[in-house]
């Protein structure tokens, strides 16, 4: 339903949380969030999660809780399709503002 990379669009709300569908493709800012965790979970393709001190891959069918306070930077060599959870009041972009900054949400 959509083509666009790194800007995710709600799907659901539930407890706090949005449900989002998003696209990868490339290396995304080096940021964190404060007082969010992040739940992404690959639906197609595969991605490599970095942080400051490792990276992890994450493959199709996997998901990563990305911990509140953890810098960290995904990156995906090919396109790949995400749900993600995050708390309503997450910014994509976390601590830093770029032009992938995504303030108002798409709902589909």
């Known amino acids: 339903m959509f083509k666009d990379h790194w800007s995710p669009k709600i799907v659901a709300e539930l407890n706090g949380q949005h449900v989002k569908l998003v696209k990868f493709a490339g290396t995304f800012p080096w940021h964190y969030h404060e007082s969010e965790?992040?739940?992404?979970?690959?639906?197609?393709?595969?991605?490599?999660?970095?942080?400051?001190?490792n990276q992890v891959w994450i493959e199709e069918g996997e998901l990563l809780v990305v911990p509140r306070g953890v810098e960290h930077r995904p990156v995906a060599?090919?396109?790949?399709?995400?749900?993600?959870?995050?708390?309503?009041?997450?910014?994509?972009?976390?601590?830093?503002?770029?032009?992938?900054?995504?303030?108002?949400?798409?709902?589909?």
């Open 37 to 53: 965790d992040e739940l992404f979970l690959v639906v197609k393709g595969r991605f490599r999660m970095e942080f400051r001190d």
């Open 77 to 108: 060599e090919a396109e790949t399709h995400l749900l993600v959870f995050e708390p309503v009041a997450t910014l994509n972009t976390g601590n830093v503002r770029s032009e992938r900054t995504v303030t108002v949400l798409d709902r589909i």
